[in-house]
Nanobody, 113 residues
């Protein structure tokens, strides 16, 4: 069973940056589509970004140009580089195997003045 652990969240000011990391216990060679979701308590889960084993990426309109998803299938790591953060980016961020709907415990990102 895949285990996913997110880290790197924290508190930043608007315009700041964070780099989230996701470590997978399962080889990423076996996972075609990895991605990031975020969720504000009480709200629906929101798609943020995905990356295929081919390196193809998809981003939510709300984060295009600001966030970058990447993966290393040797290190079994996925990252989400977040730049020019905005208060509306505040959420718990989860990484996971999108096709398996398998997600980690999440890491809190708070963007506030």
């Amino acid at each position: 069973q895949v285990q996913l652990v997110e880290s790197g969240g924290g508190l930043v000011h608007p315009g700041g940056s964070l780099r989230l990391s996701c470590a997978s216990s399962t080889s990423l060679l076996t996972i075609y589509l990895m991605g990031w979701y975020r969720q504000v308590p009480g709200n629906e889960r929101e798609f943020v970004a995905s990356i295929s084993s081919y390196g193809n990426t998809i981003y939510a309109d709300s984060v295009k140009g600001r966030f970058t998803i990447s993966r290393d299938d040797v290190k079994n790591m996925v990252w989400l580089q977040m730049d020019n953060l905005k208060p509306e980016d505040t959420a718990v961020y989860y990484c996971g195997d999108m096709r398996a709907d398998s997600w980690g415990q999440g890491t809190q990102v708070t963007v506030s003045s």
